[in-house]
């Protein structure tokens, strides 16, 4: 079963690099009459990118590699998407429950960012953001977005006094880890 899982991984990996370069040789030869999220990764930063406004840092500013546009794609197949989603209603939920955590991630923005509402934001803002940092981890710890996480062993392994075969499929609980007392100090 392991091999046939690899298998099909490798042929849905190779497939989706494929699609990923028939679509740069096609957006190359014909105007741009759409802008699906393939062709957005692929024009972002080029000479056919649609968006005049750049708000990224300098090193940012420039195409996006293959292997870049192929992880963000099976982040959004996987529902990389619905899951950053739901914990934004997370965290608005939390923060309406909360007003002095609200207020309090209100001032560290308006330090961190200023009043201009225009001005991107930079890595660098992003990095001094510690009390949101703080609040995101924190509703993740009481509200994760996924209750369980999925692995297999590649080989056979002894764990917890248990001999576990080669291809053994393991699920971990994740909310039960994250308000475990040695990770989330208040569940």
Known sequence: MVKKFLKNEDYLFGRLYAIIKER???????????????????????PRDINDVKSADADLLRPMTDKEIFGNILDAISA??????????????????????????????????G???????????????????????????????????DRMNVQSDNVGGYNWPEGTQFQMHISALLKHKDYCTET
């Open 115 to 149: 009043n201009d509402l225009t001005r991107p934001i930079t890595y660098k803002d992003l990095c001094e953001l510690e009390y949101c940092e703080a609040v995101i981890k924190e509703v993740y710890c009481h509200s994760p977005t996924a209750f369980f996480l």
């Open 80 to 113: 990389g998407t619905d899951s950053t989603s739901n914990l934004f209603c997370f965290i608005m939920y939390h923060l309406e429950h909360n007003p002095e955590v609200k207020q309090r991630l209100r001032q560290e923005f308006d330090t961190t960012l």
């Open 24 to 46: 740069r040789i096609e957006i190359e030869n014909t105007p741009l009459e759409h802008h699906d999220m393939l062709t957005s990764f692929i024009t972002t930063s080029t």
